[in-house]
């Protein structure tokens, strides 16, 4: 650090605070001291030290609940918590609760400076990463989120505005496109960021089993139900529950799911005890769910309580203008996980890139990326370790097709090139298996094999 790493000293005895605060300081620290839990986190409110020493038994707040406020409040904060070697398990809970590590009384200097340094560097490692992907990805990152194009813009501004509130969130668009990730987003730049975000499948599941996995269940509920299980809407309390794939659930769920939003209550399967929760609920769906309600198959109050906001996230074949920075990130991410030096992609290799329709969108992309990684044997990515973007779905005419007719076409033309695997098709489509076998039965699609090896 530029700058000397800032210590607070918690403790209740002076003696051990004036001592740590004088050698401390001999070893270039700024320090400061507090004489309890109460204090201490007042001076870290207002100074923001790199590392906290505190005594784990002290009157008042001890050493754990200083941990887990700390941690809240200051999340950059490093805790070193000091303890008696009969209460180490004592300080492993505080290492639970977010501590960075302990020292036993009575320590030694030489540990409690070796603990110290490791703790500046690690921090100093985590800047500097932060710093080199800052300059990376510049103006085009948000939340994790690498997007240029102006329509994306505008999607993060409705971000930014909508975090501030609590008002639920139906966000939609073609799997593949980043739901979850602008879910994330809109919980991270909340006032519930230090609490819980849960994110549910509702298409993995089916009904019997969604709702003990959104509503818990008592013992002896049903065949197995062993013990009392917390759902996600308990494990999400205070915090965000992100339901992705919500068109997928049956009118069962739906009306226990609108209890849910309208009462903030609810009761485990198989109980009758009422549990209350606070949960702000984002919802996502590839699905028209207006349609859904047209056909009987979507309850419009819950359409309504769902999608008090929308969000619309646009394909990548309508937002191309991302393509090159959102390809350049996965090569930088690929690369470093792979152990490999890859400069850039070929030119060629990035005009094939630009051409492709890319129906799988951004997770497709991430896929192809990948692979290609995985495959290059220079320094530069080629067509050759990108197969099947210039063949794999050729671009789909949009002009007078609704956007099923084209996800239906697009599927269907994967199967072709696949020759039915469709273990294959749901790689290239950037889709799981289930969620491709769902959208076969939605568009009574068969597939006819000629490869065995799905």
Same mark, same amino acid.
């Not at 609760?97 to 560097?121: H, M, N, S, T, W």
């Not at 269940?217 to 992100?242: I, N, Q």
């Not at 794939?245 to 198989?270: A, C, M, T, W, Y």
């Given at each position: 650090?530029?700058?000397?790493?800032?210590?607070?000293?918690?403790?209740?005895?002076?003696?051990?605070?004036?001592?740590?605060?004088?050698?401390?300081?001999?070893?270039?620290?700024?320090?400061?001291?507090?004489?309890?839990?109460?204090?201490?986190?007042?001076?870290?409110?207002?100074?923001?030290?790199?590392?906290?020493?505190?005594?784990?038994?002290?009157?008042?707040?001890?050493?754990?609940?200083?941990?887990?406020?700390?941690?809240?409040?200051?999340?950059?904060?490093?805790?070193?918590?000091?303890?008696?070697?009969?209460?180490?398990?004592?300080?492993?809970?505080?290492?639970?609760?977010?501590?960075?590590?302990? @020292?036993? !009384?009575?320590?030694?200097?030489?540990?409690?400076?070796?603990?110290?340094?490791?703790?500046?560097?690690?921090?100093?490692?985590?800047?500097?990463?932060?710093?080199?992907?800052?300059?990376?990805?510049?103006?085009?990152?948000?939340?994790?989120?690498?997007? !240029?194009?102006?329509?994306?813009?505008?999607?993060?501004?409705?971000?930014?505005?909508?975090?501030?509130?609590?008002?639920?969130?139906?966000?939609?668009?073609?799997?593949?496109?980043?739901?979850?990730?602008?879910?994330?987003?809109?919980?991270?730049?909340?006032?519930?960021?230090?609490?819980?975000?849960?994110?549910?499948?509702?298409?993995?599941? #089916?009904?019997?089993?969604?709702?003990? =996995?959104?509503?818990?269940?008592?013992?002896?509920?049903?065949?197995?139900?062993?013990?009392? !299980?917390?759902?996600?809407?308990?494990?999400?309390?205070?915090?965000?529950?992100?339901?992705?794939?919500?068109?997928?659930?049956?009118?069962?769920?739906?009306?226990?799911?609108?209890?849910?939003? =309208?009462?903030?209550?609810?009761?485990?399967?198989?109980?009758?005890?009422?549990?209350?929760?606070?949960?702000?609920?984002?919802?996502?769906?590839?699905?028209?769910?207006?349609?859904?309600?047209?056909?009987?198959?979507?309850?419009?109050?819950?359409?309504?309580?769902?999608?008090? @906001?929308?969000?619309?996230?646009?394909?990548?074949?309508?937002?191309?203008?991302?393509?090159?920075?959102?390809?350049?990130?996965?090569?930088?991410?690929?690369?470093?996980?792979?152990?490999?030096?890859?400069?850039?992609?070929? #030119?060629?290799?990035?005009?094939?890139?630009?051409?492709?329709?890319?129906?799988?969108?951004?997770?497709?992309?991430?896929?192809?990326?990948?692979?290609?990684?995985?495959?290059?044997?220079?320094?530069?990515?080629?067509?050759?370790?990108?197969?099947?973007?210039?063949?794999?779905?050729? #671009?789909?005419?949009?002009?007078?097709?609704?956007?099923?007719?084209?996800?239906?076409?697009?599927?269907?033309?994967?199967?072709?090139?696949?020759?039915?695997?469709?273990?294959?098709?749901?790689?290239?489509?950037?889709?799981?298996?289930?969620?491709?076998?769902?959208?076969?039965?939605?568009?009574?699609?068969?597939?006819?094999?000629?490869?065995?090896?799905?």
């Amino acid at each position: 650090m530029n700058r000397p790493a800032k210590i607070l000293v918690v403790d209740d005895e002076s003696s051990i605070r004036d001592s740590l605060r004088e050698w401390l300081r001999g070893l270039g620290y700024d320090v400061a001291v507090a004489e309890d839990g109460a204090k201490a986190l007042e001076l870290a409110a207002r100074d923001e030290p790199d590392v906290v020493i505190a005594d784990l038994v002290m009157p008042g707040m001890d050493g754990i609940e200083l941990t887990r406020r700390l941690k809240d409040s200051c999340p950059d904060t490093d805790v070193i918590v000091v303890t008696a070697f009969a209460s180490v398990s004592t300080a492993i809970e505080a290492i639970r609760q977010g501590a960075y590590d302990y @020292v036993e !009384k009575p320590f030694c200097p030489e540990r409690l400076e070796l603990v110290i340094k490791k703790v500046v560097e690690h921090q100093q490692v985590v800047k500097e990463n932060l710093s080199l992907r800052q300059k990376l990805d510049g103006q085009y990152r948000f939340e994790n989120i690498i997007a !240029k194009s102006h329509r994306m813009q505008q999607v993060f501004e409705v971000v930014r505005v909508v975090a501030k509130s609590n008002a639920t969130v139906l966000i939609t668009g073609e799997s593949g496109t980043g739901k979850e990730l602008i879910a994330r987003a809109i919980h991270n730049l909340s006032l519930r960021r230090g609490k819980p975000f849960v994110a549910v499948s509702c298409a993995a599941l #089916p009904e019997s089993l969604l709702e003990s =996995e959104l509503f818990g269940h008592e013992r002896g509920a049903f065949t197995g139900a062993t013990a009392r !299980k917390k759902g996600k809407f308990e494990s999400a309390h205070g915090g965000t529950l992100f339901l992705d794939e919500i068109g997928d659930i049956s009118p069962n769920v739906q009306v226990h799911l609108l209890r849910v939003i =309208e009462e903030k209550e609810f009761s485990r399967v198989g109980g009758n005890e009422l549990v209350k929760v606070d949960v702000r609920l984002i919802s996502a769906t590839n699905k028209d769910l207006k349609k859904a309600m047209e056909e009987g198959r979507f309850r419009e109050d819950l359409f309504y309580r769902l999608n008090v @906001v929308g969000i619309h996230l646009p394909p990548l074949r309508e937002r191309t203008e991302d393509i090159p920075a959102l390809s350049e990130h996965f090569l930088r991410k690929f690369a470093m996980e792979n152990h490999k030096d890859i400069k850039d992609f070929s #030119p060629e290799a990035k005009e094939l890139i630009m051409k492709y329709n890319w129906p799988g969108n951004i997770r497709e992309l991430e896929n192809a990326v990948e692979r290609a990684v995985i495959l290059a044997r220079g320094e530069f990515i080629t067509p050759d370790e990108l197969p099947g973007l210039g063949a794999a779905v050729p #671009p789909v005419s949009l002009a007078g097709k609704n956007l099923r007719e084209v996800e239906k076409e697009c599927i269907a033309s994967t199967l072709r090139q696949t020759g039915g695997n469709v273990s294959e098709a749901a790689r290239i489509l950037g889709i799981t298996r289930m969620t491709l076998y769902n959208k076969l039965r939605e568009y009574g699609l068969s597939v006819n094999k000629t490869d065995k090896r799905d």
